[in-house]
C-alpha cells in the first residue's frame, strides 16, 4: 500500500521507518527518475519477514557535512545537554553548578563557529511507539546508506511493541496521539527528552493493560493557531484526555 507522497529536491535524504523499529536513510538523487508514473520504482529499503513501512520522511541532505563532523557534533551536543542536567540538578540541591568533569565534556571536538552552524541546521525525528513511549532524535544520528539495505535500528522496542508514527518535529510543533481505547493526549513537543536512535525514549503517554497507541500527528504552530482563532497559537497548551 502506498504509505507517503512528497515533493522532493535532490539536495534532500528521504528517511524511511518501519513498524519492526528499522529505519534507513538515502539521498533522493539515488531515487531513479521514471518515464512511466505508474512504475514500480525501485527498492528503499530490505523488509523483514512480517515487517512494513510506516513512514517516509523527508530531511535535509547535510552536503558539506563529513561523517566527523556528525560524529563529533553528537558526541559535544549529548555532553552539552548532560552537563546542562547536571548544572540543573546540583542547583536544585544547592551544589555547584558544574563540575570540572562536566566542563571536560564540552570540550570542543569542532570549533565553536562550527559547532553553531551544525546546531542551526540540526533536525529531529520525533519516534512513537505502540506502548506510549517516544522520543526526539537528532537526524545527524542516522547516517546516510545506500537503498536497498536493511537500514539500522530505529527505536528500542518492548517486546510485541511496534512503532507507529516516525517524522521530523520542530520545538514549537505539538502532538496529538490516539489509542485504540479511545484515549486521545496533546502535548507539545519540547516537552519529549531528546534521546539516541536506539533507546526506548520517554513514557508519553499512560496506556492500560491491552491498550495501544495506534496513531501520531504532528499539529505545527500554523496549525494550532488557526484552531484557537488567533494569529499567536498557543504552543504549550495543557494536556488533555478524553476517554468515553
Known amino acids: 500500500r502506498l504509505i ?4 522532493c529536491s535532490e539536495d534532500q535524504d528521504v528517511l524511511l521507518a518501519t513498524r519492526q523499529g528499522r529505519s534507513l536513510r538515502f539521498p533522493v538523487a539515488t531515487v531513479r527518475v521514471f518515464q512511466s508514473r505508474a512504475s514500480t520504482g ?18 535535509d541532505s547535510g552536503k558539506g557535512i563529513t561523517t566527523e563532523e556528525r560524529e563529533g557534533y553528537l558526541r559535544q551536543s549529548r555532553a552539552q ?3 546542562e542536567n547536571a548544572a540543573g540538578s546540583a542547583g536544585e540541591n544547592g551544589e555547584e553548578e558544574a563540575t570540572p568533569a562536566a566542563e571536560e565534556a ?8 562550527r559547532f553553531d552552524e551544525l546546531k542551526g541546521k540540526e533536525e529531529f525525528v520525533l ?3 505502540s506502548s506510549g513511549f517516544g522520543k526526539r532524535t537528532s537526524a545527524y544520528e542516522y547516517r546516510v546508506t545506500g537503498r536497498g539495505g536493511k537500514g539500522v535500528e530505529l527505536m528500542s522496542l518492548a517486546r510485541g511493541g511496534e512503532v507507529v508514527a516516525a517524522f521530523p518535529v520542530l520545538d514549537n510543533d505539538q502532538i496529538m496521539l490516539v489509542t485504540d481505547g479511545g484515549t486521545l493526549i496533546r502535548c507539545p513537543v ?15 503517554v499512560n496506556v492500560s493493560e491491552g491498550e495501544r497507541v ?5 499539529i505545527g504552530e500554523d496549525d494550532a493557531s488557526a484552531e484557537n482563532g488567533t494569529g499567536n497559537g498557543d504552543s ?3 494536556t488533555t484526555v478524553d476517554k468515553d
Open 4 to 7: 507517503g507522497a512528497s515533493v
Open 81 to 83: 545537554r548532560q552537563a
Open 214 to 218: 495506534v496513531s501520531a500527528v504532528r
Open 190 to 204: 519540547d516537552g519529549i527528552r531528546i534521546a539516541g536512535r536506539a533507546t526506548r525514549g520517554v513514557r508519553i
Open 106 to 113: 564540552v570540550a570542543a571536538t569542532l570549533s565553536q563557529d
Open 236 to 238: 504549550h497548551p495543557e
Open 127 to 129: 519516534t512513537v511507539a
Open 42 to 59: 525501485v527498492r528503499g529499503i530490505a523488509l523483514a519477514e512480517g515487517d512494513e513501512v510506516i513512514s517516509m520522511s523527508l530531511v
